[in-house]
């Protein structure tokens, strides 16, 4: 299995709060994702990163913000909760290039009262 | 982007072969045919992928069209734990994509019978 955690696994919070989710790889990989996976949307990408410190938008990415200041760190900030953002959180790493496998994380589910 | 159609949800027996197709008909010459597959309350995982010629492994088969726009995904034997959701994703050469990230369909949901 590819090294890939994420943390917290789980987290309820209340709207307003600032949230940060976590994902480590011990893989080396260049590129790394994060997902949200809510019912009948399957995945949508948030943000990803192409290096340390290159980050860019995806499809969903309004209401949060990342940072990736080592290789094997990349997080994901939610400035402001909110009910729309409860949600499960994937991240994946990847090589550069189509034939390469994305690897995902186990998933943080958050609750956002 | 390149789209996937695939069925909804199919049906198999335990120990028996499950064929699963996706139809891509607007695939480029550069696109990779991936294949993923999701078990419940998990993060997808990787099963297979090609980009023109038939592959093994030791999860699956993948059978390409000659024209490419179909493929099949081959499980040789269904167990219960093969009971998830199957997604078909092209992944844009010659990077993936601007973003290299995978674009998800709702994919098949695969249920096995004992």
């Known amino acids: 299995d590819a090294g890939i955690t994420q943390s917290p696994r789980h987290k309820v919070t209340e709207t307003g709060t600032p949230v940060t989710l976590r994902c480590h790889q011990t893989?080396?990989?260049?590129?790394m994702y994060w997902y949200r996976q809510d019912p009948g949307h399957g995945l949508r990408l948030i943000h990803y990163?192409?290096?340390?410190?290159?980050?860019d938008k995806g499809e969903v990415s309004d209401g949060y913000s990342v940072s990736r200041s080592k290789t094997e760190d990349f997080l994901l900030t939610l400035e402001s909760a909110t009910s729309s953002q409860t949600s499960v959180y994937f991240c994946?790493?990847?090589?550069?290039?189509?034939?390469?496998?994305?690897?995902f994380g186990p998933g943080t589910r958050l609750t956002v009262l | 982007d390149a789209k996937t159609t695939q069925p909804n949800s199919m049906e198999s027996n335990e120990e028996e072969p499950v064929h699963l197709p996706c139809n891509h008909s607007?695939?480029?010459?550069?696109?990779?045919i991936h294949w993923y597959r999701q078990l419940p309350s998990q993060g997808p995982e990787y099963v297979i992928h090609?980009?023109?010629s038939n592959v093994n492994n030791r999860m699956a088969s993948l059978a390409i069209a000659e024209d490419r726009k179909s493929s099949t995904l081959i499980l040789h034997r269904a167990t219960l734990r093969d009971a998830a959701v199957y997604y078909c994703?092209?992944?844009?050469?010659?990077?993936?994509?601007?973003?290299?990230?995978?674009?998800f369909g709702k994919g098949t949901k695969l249920s096995v019978k004992p």
């Open positions: 090609g980009l023109t």
């Open positions: 994703i092209l992944r844009e050469g010659p990077y993936g994509g601007s973003q290299g990230n995978l674009i």
């Open positions: 990163s192409y290096g340390v410190k290159d980050t």
């Open positions: 994946a790493i990847s090589g550069a290039g189509p034939a390469n496998t994305q690897y």
């Open positions: 893989e080396n990989h260049r590129y």
């Open positions: 607007t695939i480029s010459g550069t696109d990779y």
